[in-house]
């Protein structure tokens, strides 16, 4: 992997990741891992109804069960406890507040109805199955299309329909692009809803203090400082008395980048026994009751010349947002309408969205977010233009790729892309393929008697990272450092950003060494706890290393500056010509003039003999505002083959060219990357939350919602090229969400290609045998009255 | 994710877990590897009274060769089935089986016996235990019982086993010369439990007649079976590619497949039809002393 090509002693080489070493030998501690002095469990009675009328709980079973201390209803949290926090704002968007517990009215099967709180697990599920709630089902609506309909059952009947809200952006002249065009080819797609799974479900543990007046809260959460202000909100509890710290996280994906009931909950019953008070996911309910992602339908029309060059894009997306809004549920499908041209010149387009109210889950930020679900439309838009137009699908990307000079680059819903070179991605995806021969390869199989059916699959990506600059973003999108270099010349780092698996205390001790001239050792990444850290805004939206990297960088910079004042004045030599290296401060003109960095350090604390104007101590804090966001991009490449008797989907060869500008860590980058595309791998071919039409989950568990596993892949190859972002020091630009914006439909456009010369256009996700087998089958035998041939 | 109350045994000799079955009846389970009780009794679609575990019955753990028949203990593991020479030996067909049972953690845990008295649709054993002709042992306080494999599957969930038994024993007879048999199988890309499996046994003739033939059905109905319309289209016949395909289609004869989110009735047919015929080739292929 190709990284920055500067002299470093740190940044840009594969290091093994700082904290593995607790991880794998399970010394390190997540939430559930946590166990205080009478410490209680809280469980959730949920809703086995989509929809129903609450008419009475009775709890008076449960209250009397061993081992019980509290149970409460909406009825008792009214007043006491606010909704749950929406940070989107849409202009005429319809609110949907989802209350802490289903007030009136259950949602959605999952919906919280009761909180029941008991000395041990075991006494609380027996007490929990004791809690009476009397349910009159209410008509329900799963299907987004149907919700939209005017006969449609009504998630909230405070609203008069389903339509959550309408978003448009226009950009160019589209009517002119679609009467200048020569074709005009329209695709129809889903993208189905999904699960995120993290390993780790989600957990809270909370714990009050009343003489300090201080609520504790441990949550597996990605935003730790977003979490503590919208709970003291909730609560009505001064912010300064809330504590929230967030220790090792097993994976979020996005559905840890949200505040929960529960975490509420555990707050408030905390309070009201006066004991700590945890609760801890399982994995039906984490299926139920954590967010859902991704669950959108589109309609694309390309307006094409003969030669490939697309003019417009009319797209109408429609946005499934479940039955309420979690903290971004509408904001997400607007960054689907931003994204919708890719990293194409396309001068023209218009991109509608209309977010539904189902008796579903929310849907909500699922890694990517929105940019998966306007890749994959795009991507299978441009295989259909290929197709239809019977150009190479390579070709037709370079042609209306913009050119790496053309950069920045406007396009026409209003971003500026910062940097890129994509045909340089396509270019060394092609070659690691070897391409032709793959094609050579295809069309000998094509030929041949056997049957086999050989599919090769590209997908070009460019997708939004660093999110963002504060204008674009709810809750700010800066974020923050403080460093500390300690007496004894350890650096203390200490950061907003809150990692859930990302590998961020290496790669941040990779800077922060290489800044200071000292080693990974010597730096300590502290992060999670609000108490200990200044206001930061969280891990999310390929963030932390481009904006969280940078505040500390910048907050480094302020102690570097300071560091070699002092020094220059100890060693009278100008600062400008002193450099940090190897723990010592040297001159650049006269390597005689020299001092340890233990020594300048201990010149700043001791403060006997500062430069004029220099406080004493070393530490420096930032807040780090980005001018714009980073844009990575890549091409991939599938190779299938598909059984044509089962429609078994062999996945046996994946290329993946991507470009996330500078590399810190290529370890790093790489784990992001492979784990990303083996994501996608679940979209495309496995996983889809299934609800059957009385809004039940039917894929409520792992032992029927397919995530991909080892025996499932091929050896994933991954390479890049380096084209550094303008935006920030780092030249980095993100790469925690690339590899699922860039793979799904690449892996779809692989089947897509082998099933080709059937006449086969459209399979939906998940590529199930089932689907495949079907759509050979309708090509091949053209039975129902609806023959498809081969063009 | 947490069992409701249960009383726990766990008795040293298969004497004494026959009195403790015989003693609690119906409100007992029996705990062998796990992999089936205790999921569900997580989930509380299981809430037995007392639990009885034989895990600790070593003498239940043997893979033996006893009066010319391959014996098996109930609780050999899925892993102790791979993992055996004289399986591989004598009954290869089995370790293929074992081979493609879950994970490895899976296989280290789970039992033959547990398995084959749960009796889920879409375990894959039940396949192989059909195709060999296998006899399955119950033993209760009143003696034992033998049970042709073929008998054995009554329903969903369901066998001849009667309370009071334990299954303690499978015994297989030892295949003759140019015999060969494979299990090929679509697993649930989930569960890994197979969407259709098939098991088939195949001893050629001369002239590579199909002198006999048994087909293990597995995954597709409420319970295992034998396709038998299949097996009768090929005794006597000498195994040509369109007659082992047209052979292939009948194994869902008279069968209602499952249908659910993981596949259709439809396709479960189609998919059965498809593994059969693959199964068969290659248990043909290897009755002719070729690798397949």
Not at chain 1, 51 to 65: E, G, P, V
Not at chain 1, 514 to 521: I, K, N, P, Q, S
Not at chain 1, 525 to 549: C, E, K, M, N
Not at chain 1, 589 to 594: F, G, L, Q, V
Request: hydrophobic letters at 40%.
């Amino acid at each position: 992997m190709a990284t920055a090509a500067k002299a470093t002693k740190y940044v840009g080489k594969p290091i093994k990741r700082k904290e593995d070493p607790r991880l794998v030998q399970g010394i390190a501690h997540y939430v559930d891992d946590l166990k205080l002095v009478g410490m209680l469990h809280m469980g959730i009675v949920r809703s086995p109804y989509a929809h129903a009328r609450i008419r009475s709980i009775d709890t008076t079973k449960a209250r009397s069960a061993p081992g019980v201390v509290s149970i409460v209803t909406a009825e008792d949290v009214d007043g006491a406890i606010g909704p749950v926090p929406c940070g989107a704002m849409i202009p005429d968007m319809k609110p949907a507040p989802r209350p802490v517990l289903a007030t009136g009215e259950a949602r959605f099967v999952g919906e919280g109805v009761a909180a029941v709180v008991a000395s041990d697990p075991y006494a609380l599920q027996d007490a929990m199955e004791l809690v009476e709630v009397d349910y009159e089902p209410l008509p329900v609506v799963v299907d987004p299309e149907k919700a939209l309909r005017k006969d449609s059952p009504r998630v909230h009947d405070v609203h008069a329909d389903n339509a959550a809200y309408r978003w448009e952006l226009e950009g160019g002249d589209i009517k002119k692009a679609f009467k200048q065009a020569d074709r005009v080819i329209k695709v129809h797609l889903t993208n189905q809803r999904l699960i995120p799974v993290a390993m780790e479900g989600r957990a809270v543990l909370a714990q009050y203090d009343r003489g300090d007046n201080r609520i504790t809260l441990w949550s597996a959460s990605q935003i730790p400082h977003i979490l503590r202000t919208q709970i003291a909100a909730m609560l009505n509890f001064p912010e300064y008395g809330v504590y929230v710290i967030v220790p090792e996280v097993g994976g979020g994906f996005g559905s840890k980048l949200n505040v929960y009931s529960e975490e509420a909950l555990a707050c408030y019953l905390a309070m009201k026994i006066e004991k700590p008070v945890k609760w801890t996911e399982g994995r039906r309910e984490n299926f139920l009751a954590t967010i859902h992602g991704r669950d959108q339908i589109a309609d694309m029309e390309f307006a094409v010349k003969r030669d490939g060059t697309v003019l417009g894009l009319r797209a109408h997306f429609i946005a499934d947002l479940g039955a309420y809004f979690q903290l971004l549920t509408p904001l997400i499908p607007t960054l689907t309408g931003l994204m919708c041209v890719g990293p194409y010149k396309i001068p023209n387009v218009r991109a509608e969205i209309t977010g539904v109210f189902t008796n579903k889950m929310s849907t909500d930020a699922y890694r990517g977010a929105g940019r998966p679900e306007a890749t994959y439309f795009l991507e299978r838009g441009m295989q259909a233009v290929a197709t239809e137009l019977k150009i190479d699908p390579a070709e037709l990307r370079r042609k209306n790729f913009p050119k790496a000079k053309e950069f920045p680059y406007a396009t026409a819903t209003g971003l500026i892309y910062d940097s890129a070179n994509y045909q340089g991605t396509l270019d060394l995806a092609l070659k690691k393929s070897e391409y032709k021969k793959l094609r050579r390869e295809q069309a000998a199989a094509r030929k041949s008697k056997t049957g086999r059916l050989m599919g090769i699959g590209l997908g070009s990506y460019v997708e939004i990272c660093a999110l963002g600059p504060s204008s674009a973003m709810p809750s700010g999108g800066w974020e923050s450092a403080t460093v500390r270099i300690e007496p004894t010349g350890r650096v203390r780092v200490l950061t907003g950003s809150s990692p859930h698996g990302q590998g961020e205390e290496t790669s941040f001790s990779q800077i922060a060494a290489d800044l200071l001239g000292v080693t990974m050792d010597d730096v300590i990444i502290v992060h999670g706890d609000t108490s200990a850290v200044p206001y930061g805004i969280g891990t999310f939206g390929s963030r932390s290393l481009a904006v969280g990297g940078t505040a500390m960088y910048r907050a480094i910079e302020k102690l570097r500056d300071k560091l070699l004042k002092i020094a220059g004045l100890v060693l009278s030599e100008d600062p400008a010509n002193l450099v940090l290296r190897n723990k010592q401060i040297v001159s650049k003109r006269d390597p005689k003039k020299s001092m340890s960095f233990a020594d300048a350090v201990g010149a700043a604390y001791t403060a006997k003999a500062l430069p004029p104007g220099v406080e004493p101590g070393l530490e420096a804090t930032h807040f780090y505002e980005p001018t714009n966001f980073t844009f990575s991009f890549g091409t991939h490449i599938a190779v299938v083959d598909v059984d044509p008797e089962t429609g078994d989907v062999k996945l046996r060869k994946y290329i993946a060219a991507d470009d996330c500008g500078n590399v810190i860590n290529p370890l790093l980058v790489e784990g992001q990357l492979q784990g990303g595309i083996v994501q996608s791998v679940g979209q495309a071919y496995f996983e889809e939350a299934v609800y059957d039409d009385q809004g039940q989950l039917l894929s409520g568990e792992l032992a029927d919602y397919a995530i991909p596993r080892a025996s499932d892949l091929p050896w994933i190859e991954t390479y890049n090229t380096v084209t550094p972002t303008p935006v920030n020091p780092l030249g980095a630009k993100g790469v925690g969400e690339a590899g699922t914006i860039g793979a799904t439909p690449t892996l779809v456009n692989a089947v897509l290609d082998a099933l080709a010369p059937l006449g086969v256009r459209n399979i939906d996700m998940p590529l199930k045998r089932e689907r495949v087998w079907k759509a050979i089958r309708e090509a091949t035998a053209g039975p129902s009255g609806r023959p498809r041939r081969a063009k | 994710m947490i069992p409701a109350a249960f009383e726990y045994f766990a008795p040293k000799s298969l004497d004494e877990a026959l009195r403790l079955v015989a003693r609690h009846g119906d409100e007992a389970k029996l705990l062998a590897g796990g992999h089936s009780l205790l999921p569900l009794m997580k989930l509380r679609l299981s809430a037995p009274r007392y639990v009885v575990d034989i895990g600790r019955i070593r003498s239940l753990r043997s893979i033996r060769e006893e009066g010319g028949r391959i014996v098996i203990g109930a609780l050999a593991t899925h892993h102790d089935v791979e993992a055996s020479e004289l399986l591989r030996i004598t009954c290869p067909l089995l370790p293929e089986t074992a081979a493609e049972i879950g994970d490895v953690q899976v296989r280290n845990r789970g039992t033959v016996g547990g398995s084959l008295a749960h009796a889920d649709p879409a375990a894959d054993y039940p396949a192989a235990i059909l195709a060999l002709d296998a006899e399955i042992v119950a033993t209760s306080s009143s003696g034992t019982r033998v049970i042709p494999a073929a008998e054995y599957f009554v329903d969903l969930l369901t066998t001849q086993l009667r309370p009071g038994e334990i299954l303690t024993e499978v015994r297989i007879p030892r295949t003759g010369e140019n015999s060969g048999a494979a299990y090929r199988k679509l697993h649930q890309p989930a569960s890994h439990f197979a969407l259709a499996g098939a098991a088939a046994r195949v001893t050629l003739g001369p002239g590579e007649k199909i002198e006999s033939v048994a087909i293990g059905i597995t995954g597709v109905a409420v319970n295992a079976y034998r396709a038998t319309a299949a097996e009768q289209m090929l005794i006597g016949k000498k195994a040509a590619p369109k007659l082992l395909a047209e052979a292939a289609e009948k194994v869902t004869d008279g069968i209602d497949p499952l249908g659910d989110i993981h596949a259709s009735a439809a396709y479960r047919r189609a998919a059965a039809a498809v593994y059969a015929r693959r199964a068969l080739e290659a248990a043909i292929a290897r009755a002719g002393g070729k690798k397949a």
